[in-house]
Structures are given as C-alpha cells and as structure tokens.
C-alpha cells in the first residue's frame, strides 16, 4: 500500500475535506496561464507539507491535472511529481537540507539532456491557509500563526481555524527543456532555480496578503511629524491666530476623519457576505485581464485602480474581485457622504479613506490628506479612486475630475522608487439599480443624501440582475507617461518641486484623458447593452423577434470579426440566446400579434433603457458614421467617408473618450467586413447598399442619429454666429436641442446635458472652430456635411431654428 493511500492519511485527507474550502489562483489555470494539458507537470512547492499535497491534490483532481501522488515516469526514471524548496519543520529542532529538491532537479535536467524531445513544465504552486498580512506591532499573532514555514502543530491551527480560507495559486509554468538548453544541465543551474524560486514564493505571498497593517495612533503619530504637515500645522496657527498644539488637534482629527482602519478580520467577514449577495444577485461575473495585474503586483509595481463609477456596487464588486484573484483588495478613497452610521465604520475597516468633495483652500486639510495618500504608496499598499468624482448618470464616462490623478502624480515626482502604474477598470451590469434614482436627478429631482434608510430601501429592491463586468484595461506606467511627456522630468522636479512646473499641469489633463479612454477601450458588450442599442434605433422602440435577433447577429460578428480593442469582451452566444437573457431580466417586452413575436422596450422605460445603450455606445461610433454615410450619400466612396471621419473623430474622442489609433484602417476593416456580409457591394470609388443591407445598415446608422443632431446644431450655429461666445453657444445649444426634443420625440438625458455641450464647446475651441472668422470654410463644410446625413425633417427644424437665433 502506498504512502498516500494508507488508512491513516486517507482518514486524515478526510477530515481535512470537511475543514477546508479552497478557492484556486487563477480560476482558470489553462486559460489564464501557460500550462499545455498535453506535456507532463511536475509541481513545485516552497515547504514539504502533508496537508498542503492532499489540498493541492483536491484541487488537481477538478482540474484534470495529474494528482501530486503520481510520480513522473520518464523512461525507467521515477519523478516525485512534488518539488520542495525545503523539507518539513519539526515541532523542535532543525528542519531537512534542500538536497533532495536539488538532487531531484539535476536529475530532470540530465533526463532532458538525454532525451531531447522531452519537454517537462515546472508549475509554481503556492499554498495559503489564511491571508492574514500581520500588524507592525503584532508579535503574538505571528508567534502562533507562523504562516511561511509553520511547524506540524502550527499547521494543525491554522486549518483549523483558517481552513475556510484556503487558497491555491498557480504560477506560469517554466519549462525545464528550454532552461537546459539555455543555461545547461550543472548542479550550478539547481542553486540558481532555487534562490529565483524563493523569490518568486516571497513575491508571490507578498501580494496575497499585502504590506503589515500599521498600528493607526503611530501612523497618526508618524505623520504628524512630517515636515508637510509641521509646515502645514504653523500656517493654520499662524493665519488663525491659535496655538500649535491647537492646530496639531485640528489636523489630527482631519487624520481621524481621513485614514482607513482596514480589518483582515472583517475582508474575511465580507468575502461570504458578498458571496452570498453575488450568487442572490448575479447569475454570473465575467472577469478579463486580470492575469496581467497580477503580473505587475508581483513585480512590485504600486497599483492605483482607476475604474468607472456607475453604482454604488462598484468598489463592492472591485474589492470582491481582486481578492479572489489572489490580489490585496485596495484601499478606496470615498466621498465623505459615505461615511454614516453604521456603514461609514465599516467601509473604513474594510479600506475606505475618506475625501471632501472639495478641499475650499483648506491648506492643512490638503497637506494632511497628500501626506497620507504619500504613505500608503510608501509601504505598498494599492489605491483605489475613481476618476469621475461621482457615478454617471446618463451611462456615459463623464469628464474627469483630475485632483485625486494629480496629487498620485505628486507623489510620483517625490520620488517614489517602485514604478507607478494605473489601472483602468470597466465595470458593467445587466442591471444597475440606481438608475431609475438617476434619471429623477436629470430631471431636475434633489439628490438624496445617503443614509442608513436609503441602504435598506435598496436591500428591498433586491432581484435578478443578470451579468456582472469587470474588464481590466491597459495599464498606464505613470513614470514612462512623464518620460514620454517631458524626457528631463527627474532633474526639473529636484530643482522645481517647491515650484509647481508648467507643465505639470497639461500633464495630469492629458493622463486624465487617456484613462478615461482606456477604461472605454475595455468595454463590456453584454447582452441588455446591445439589445438595447438595436431596439432604441427603431421608431417605435419595437421590432420582429427574428429581424432583432438578426441584428444582434450582425453586431455580435462586427464586434469579434473586427474588434474595437482586444481588451473589450463581448457576451457569450448567438442573437438568440442574448434576446432570452434580456427577456429573463424583464428589460423587454413580448407580444405575439397573430403573424410573429414582437420585441419592444415598454414606452416607461425605454429613457432608462439609454443607460445601457450609452455604456457601449461608442463601440458602435464609427460603424455608424460609416453606415450613415452609406445610406445617407447617393454615391458612398472610400474617400469621402474618411473626410467625414476625419472632421468628426476629434468630437466624438472628446465626447466619448474613443482611443481608435488608425481610424482609417479600422473604417476600411468595418466596410469589408460589410461587404463579406453581403450588405454593401461595388468597390471603394462606390459602395451600394444591397436590398439584405436596408435594414441592418439603416439601424446601425440610427445608433448615431442623435449624436449627429447635436454636432448639426452647434455647427449651423457657429455658421449663423461666428463671433458667438463659448457661454452663448453653450446655453443656445441646449435650448435648440430642448426644442428639438420636444418638436421629434427625442428622449435622451444626454441630448439635454448642459455638462456635455460644456466639453463639445471646450473641445471645439481647441480645434480653432470659436471665434475664428478664418476658419468659416471649415465650419461650413462640416455643417453641409452633418446636415446631409440628418433626416429631411429634423434638418429643416435645426436650419430654420438657427437662422432664428442669427436675427434674435
């Protein structure tokens, strides 16, 4: 009888299962990782351990990889399938010599010296009861808990009291056949794998659990002794006329109102409360890109998360994620709004800091809260804001607010060592539950101030909400951006730091904008968002079940054949089963009239359906501009489609945070693949419409309408009134489009939305188009063109409207 068949361990590996409950690192090892199924696997392990191989065998067993119990058999040369740095430790004295690891090694090595065609993977395996990260101050705990190298008894506890918590990482597999032939098979080469072995263990720990937690008084403590705050402290004495010791209070209770008080204790609480709440609400969550993350934790890069805000879920689900992907969840900077009663504790125990919405040229508050946001890169731990200041409300990215970005560049350029890199993230959903909340706003409704009250009435609301998104985008190193931006910026800023640069500013506007296009560059197409955008292009919100399915056929192809970015994802299925999911969620209606089903959005809805179409409408920007253009035009030409993209694409960037680095590359890809579907045929001096074509293309082209009706207006106006005022163009902007709405049914908050024609006219300064009697050709020859793809109806309505405004 073998070893780990026994009676006495299999009775142990017994009792074990019924402790333990594993969570595998990542969820899918042959996806995210390069592990090939069809080459042998030999794991290795930082400590001998008879309970971390029975949950490592659990765990391979579901994988459908090979059990740590079944050697490798190479010819006539048996493998331990299990590779340990350093033998077990013993209650008391000295634990075994790694020779064996080495010995076993070396073996391997000669093995692939020998055969050539054998190519074995070394897959790392780390192995966590707990992610416990230990305090500065927290002797006892560490005494008892020795989670690295614990003796038999310690891991006796630690299963006991921390089985739940269980967690398995799989690293990328390194293949032993490439590293004999490119560093040789001597026993030199064994030495050298184990020490980058132990370093990639400490790493890898490193990021599971985080930094030590520190003490939060000697935090306070050490803060104040900085020289900013002291600074800062003599300066609310001195303008105030108050002591030192008063103003020492005064910033010691900004402290208390500002810092986190994270609980490991209360993440572990949270993980099954939000478990619970996930499987209740959401039938799924959908995860891309966080392979990549993980990557640069285990680098040692300072990661500041910098994800969209569309609902109060947001940092729930975020924190959720990356501690189940083996990452720390991070602290989040929250609108002081948030801290009530009994949430507000929480919150902060679970990482929150606090912010005021606005600083009011409080200069020790500021210094207070740069200092501390200085001292939580310092010692690592990851950082979470959102860029947008507050959740959007119409579905669209709103324009950034930059303080939060600034003060992360601050910290930059006082020379933090480690590289500092932001992380867009997109977050999505079949349902969010505030936006019918939101649109009451729009229209003009009081906010509600959050409380305790508002917490449980949502609790109520609680159903099915379908599909969760987290889509993790490119990652933006905030050192090379400077570099890039400004080569010489280290030696300005150790002579101009005390002097803010001028060009700092540009700076964090210019990586403002490039977050928020690259959290739109990783956009969920799911299955509410697209059905939504295909019902909202039709005139009475309503189509034919097979002609709906059909378009989100099209779409669905358009959005994998030529993708907008490779790091946006695209929901599962045909146009089919997309529609039953929607209809499951009761976003849709169906009604059967006698002749077939009919698909439609309920006329009380259908203005909180926007919201979902405007999360992914800039997916379909440039599609739509092309099908505009194809069945606008009389005689389409590649040429003249890429004048119209040409003189758009700044505004719809400027709008929609669009990131399409070759635009007409990408427009030339979109009308082939036209043409492969059979909607447009000829060549590129004229493309016609087929009779298959009408329908799609004409829905695609809807998709825009709107937005070219809000270009038509400004630019008839700058036609009308070249001297026009930002402020007046902005205001008579906004009222020709409310007449417009009112006079043809247009129902979207954002066609209303001051704020957006605030940034169009901002945009539209940048590009000389203000108050700027020599670009009138240009003005006129972007109005004909927009004018020319409206509706003869809403043309004359815009046209007649703006003359008006030229004799007023």
Same mark, same amino acid.
């Given at each position: 009888?073998?070893?780990h068949?026994?009676?006495?361990?299999?009775?142990?590996?017994?009792?074990?299962?019924?402790l333990?409950h594993?969570?595998?690192?990542?969820?899918?090892?042959?996806?995210?990782?390069?592990?090939?199924?069809?080459?042998?696997?030999?794991?290795v392990?930082?400590?001998?351990?008879?309970?971390?191989?029975?949950?490592l065998?659990?765990?391979?067993?579901?994988?459908?990889?090979?059990?740590?119990?079944?050697?490798?058999?190479?010819?006539?040369h048996?493998?331990?399938r299990?590779?340990?740095?350093?033998?077990?430790?013993?209650?008391?004295?000295a634990?075994?010599?790694?020779?064996?690891y080495?010995?076993?090694?070396?073996?391997?090595?000669?093995?692939?010296?020998?055969?050539?065609?054998?190519?074995?993977?070394?897959?790392?395996?780390s192995?966590?009861?707990?992610?416990?990260?230990g305090?500065?101050?927290?002797?006892?705990?560490?005494?008892?808990?020795?989670?690295?190298?614990?003796?038999?008894?310690?891991?006796?506890?630690?299963?006991?009291?921390?089985?739940?918590?269980?967690?398995?990482q799989?690293?990328?597999?390194?293949?032993v056949?490439?590293?004999?032939?490119q560093?040789?098979?001597?026993?030199?080469?064994?030495?050298?794998?184990?020490?980058?072995?132990?370093?990639?263990?400490?790493?890898?720990?490193?990021?599971?659990?985080?930094?030590?937690?520190?003490?939060r008084q000697?935090?306070?403590?050490?803060?104040?002794?900085?020289?900013?705050?002291?600074?800062?402290?003599?300066?609310?004495a001195?303008?105030?006329?108050?002591?030192?010791?008063?103003a020492?209070?005064?910033?010691?209770?900004?402290?208390?109102e500002?810092?986190?008080?994270?609980?490991?204790?209360?993440?572990r609480?949270?993980?099954r409360?939000?478990?619970?709440?996930?499987?209740?609400?959401?039938?799924?969550i959908?995860?891309?890109?966080?392979?990549?993350?993980?990557?640069?934790?285990?680098?040692?890069?300072?990661?500041?998360?910098?994800?969209?805000?569309?609902?109060?879920?947001?940092?729930?689900?975020?924190?959720?994620?990356?501690?189940?992907?083996?990452?720390?969840?991070?602290?989040?900077?929250?609108?002081?709004?948030?801290?009530?009663?009994?949430?507000?504790?929480m919150?902060?125990r679970?990482?929150?800091?606090?912010?005021r919405?606005?600083?009011?040229?409080?200069?020790?508050?500021?210094?207070?809260?740069?200092?501390?946001?200085?001292?939580?890169?310092?010692?690592g731990?990851?950082?979470?804001?959102f860029?947008?200041?507050?959740?959007?409300?119409?579905?669209?990215l709103?324009?950034?607010?930059?303080?939060?970005l600034?003060?992360?560049?601050?910290?930059?350029?006082?020379?933090?060592?480690?590289?500092?890199?932001?992380?867009?993230? +997109?977050?999505g959903?079949?349902? /969010?539950? *505030?936006?019918?909340?939101?649109?009451?706003?729009?229209? !003009?409704? &009081?906010? %509600? @101030?959050?409380?305790?009250?508002?917490?449980?009435?949502?609790?109520?609301?609680?159903?099915?909400?379908?599909?969760?998104?987290?889509n993790?985008?490119?990652?933006?190193?905030?050192?090379?951006?400077?570099?890039?931006?400004?080569?010489?910026?280290?030696?300005?800023?150790?002579?101009?730091?005390?002097?803010?640069?001028?060009?700092?500013?540009?700076?964090?506007?210019g990586?403002?904008?490039?977050?928020?296009?690259?959290?739109?560059?990783?956009?969920?197409a799911?299955?509410v968002?697209?059905?939504?955008?295909?019902?909202?292009?039709?005139?009475?919100?309503?189509?034919?079940?097979?002609?709906?399915e059909?378009?989100?056929?099209?779409?669905?192809?358009?959005?994998?054949?030529?993708? +907008?970015t490779?790091?946006?994802? /695209?929901? *599962?299925?045909?146009?089919?089963?997309?529609?039953?999911? !929607?209809? &499951?969620? %009761? @976003?849709?209606?169906?009604?059967?009239?006698?002749?077939?089903?009919i698909?439609?959005?309920?006329?009380?809805?259908?203005?909180?359906?926007?919201?979902?179409?405007?999360?992914?409408?800039?997916?379909?920007?440039?599609?739509?501009?092309?099908?505009?253009c194809?069945?606008?035009f009389?005689?389409?030409?590649?040429?003249?489609?890429h004048?119209?993209?040409?003189?758009?694409?700044?505004?719809?960037?400027?709008?929609?945070?669009?990131?399409?680095?070759?635009?007409?590359d990408?427009?030339?890809?979109?009308?082939?693949?036209?043409?492969?579907?059979?909607?447009i045929?000829?060549?590129?001096?004229?493309?016609?419409v087929?009779?298959?074509?009408?329908?799609?293309?004409?829905?695609?082209?809807?998709?825009m309408?709107?937005?070219l009706?809000?270009?038509?207006?400004?630019?008839?106006?700058?036609?009308?009134?070249?001297?026009?005022?930002?402020?007046?163009?902005?205001?008579?902007?906004?009222?020709?489009?409310?007449?417009?709405?009112?006079?043809?049914?247009?129902?979207?908050?954002?066609?209303?939305?001051?704020k957006?024609?605030?940034?169009?006219?901002?945009k539209?300064?940048?590009?000389?188009?203000?108050?700027?009697?020599?670009?009138?050709?240009?003005?006129?020859?972007?109005r004909?063109?927009?004018?020319?793809?409206?509706?003869?109806?809403?043309?004359?309505?815009?046209?007649?409207?703006?003359?008006?405004?030229?004799?007023?």
């Open positions: 009888m073998s070893t068949t026994s009676f006495w361990l299999s009775s142990v590996r017994w009792l074990q299962r019924k333990v594993t969570v595998v690192v990542p969820q899918e090892p042959f996806a995210d990782l390069n592990l090939d199924g069809e080459r042998p696997v030999v794991y392990m930082k400590t001998e351990s008879c309970s971390d191989k029975a949950a065998a659990d765990v391979t067993d579901k994988l459908g990889l090979p059990s740590p119990y079944q050697p490798l058999m190479v010819g006539d048996t493998i331990p299990v590779m340990c740095l350093e033998g077990a430790k013993p209650l008391f004295g634990r075994k010599q790694d020779q064996a080495l010995s076993t090694f070396s073996q391997l090595l000669n093995l692939h010296k020998q055969q050539p065609e054998l190519d074995v993977q070394l897959v790392p395996v192995l966590y009861w707990g992610r416990t990260p305090k500065e101050d927290d002797t006892m705990r560490a005494a008892v808990f020795e989670r690295e190298s614990p003796s038999w008894l310690r891991k006796f506890l630690m299963i006991l009291f921390l089985g739940r918590d269980n967690f398995v799989f690293s990328n597999a390194v293949s056949k490439l590293m004999a032939e560093h040789g098979t001597d026993e030199t080469i064994a030495h050298k794998l184990s020490r980058v072995a132990r370093v990639h263990f400490r790493r890898q720990r490193k990021v599971m659990t985080g930094p030590v937690l520190p003490n000697a935090l306070f403590a050490e803060l104040l002794r900085s020289d900013n705050i002291q600074h800062a402290i003599d300066e609310e001195a303008s105030k006329k108050i002591s030192s010791s008063e020492r209070h005064i910033a010691e209770k900004y402290l208390d500002i810092a986190a008080d994270y609980s490991d204790g209360l993440i609480v949270s993980e409360l939000l478990t619970w709440l996930w499987n209740k609400l959401y039938s799924g959908n995860i891309k890109g966080a392979e990549q993350i993980r990557q640069l934790h285990h680098d040692g890069h300072e990661i500041v998360y910098v994800p969209c805000h569309r609902s109060h879920m947001d940092y729930l689900l975020l924190s959720y994620i990356l501690y189940f992907q083996g990452m720390v969840p991070p602290h989040i900077a929250a609108g002081i709004n948030l801290n009530f009663w009994p949430a507000g504790p919150f902060r679970g990482g929150a800091f606090f912010i919405r606005s600083f009011n040229g409080n200069k020790l508050y500021t210094a207070v809260f740069k200092e501390y946001l200085d001292r939580l890169f310092a010692k731990y990851s950082v979470e804001y860029t947008e200041g507050g959740r959007s409300r119409t579905g669209r709103l324009a950034p607010k930059t303080g939060m600034a003060m992360t560049m601050h910290s930059v350029l006082r020379g933090i060592e480690r590289p500092v890199t932001l992380v867009p993230v +997109y977050l959903y079949d349902h /969010v539950m *505030e936006v019918a909340t939101y649109l009451k706003e729009l229209r !003009g409704k &009081e906010k %509600k @101030k959050e409380s305790v009250w508002q917490v449980l009435g949502a609790v109520r609301k609680l159903g099915n909400f379908g599909q969760g998104y987290v993790f985008g490119e990652p933006i190193n905030l050192q090379q951006f400077l570099t890039d931006l400004q080569p010489e910026w280290r030696t300005q800023v150790n002579a101009e730091l005390e002097q803010k640069p001028a060009w700092l500013t540009p700076a964090v506007n990586l403002a904008n490039k977050v928020m296009t690259r959290i739109n560059n990783a956009a969920a799911t299955a968002t697209l059905t939504s955008t295909v019902l909202l292009a039709t005139e009475q919100n309503a189509l034919e079940r097979g002609k709906l059909h378009q989100l056929n099209f779409y669905l192809d358009l959005l994998k054949e030529v993708p +907008y490779g790091f946006i994802s /695209v929901a *599962e299925g045909d146009g089919a089963s997309l529609l039953q999911q !929607g209809l &499951e969620l %009761k @976003k849709f209606c169906i009604q059967n009239d006698g002749i077939g089903d698909v439609s959005i309920d006329e009380n809805v259908a203005v909180t359906m926007t919201y979902y179409r405007n999360n992914i409408i800039h997916l379909f920007a440039i599609p739509s501009l092309l099908a505009c194809l069945i606008g009389e005689n389409s030409n590649r040429e003249q489609m004048q119209v993209l040409q003189r758009l694409y700044p505004l719809l960037k400027a709008e929609l945070f669009m990131g399409c680095q070759q635009i007409q990408y427009a030339d890809k979109l009308l082939a693949r036209f043409a492969a579907m059979g909607f045929s000829g060549d590129e001096q004229q493309w016609r087929t009779p298959e074509g009408e329908l799609p293309l004409t829905l695609l082209a809807e998709v309408s709107e937005t009706q809000r270009y038509a207006i400004i630019f008839n106006l700058l036609a009308a009134k070249p001297q026009i005022e930002r402020g007046d163009l902005e205001s008579e902007s906004h009222l020709l489009a409310s007449r417009l709405g009112r006079l043809h049914g247009i129902t979207a908050p954002e066609f209303y939305d001051k957006l024609y605030s940034m169009l006219s901002i539209l300064k940048e590009l000389g188009y203000l108050n700027n009697n020599n670009n009138m050709e240009e003005i006129s020859a972007v004909d063109l927009v004018n020319q793809l409206l509706t003869p109806q809403v043309r004359q309505t815009i046209v007649a409207s703006a003359e008006v405004q030229q004799e007023s």
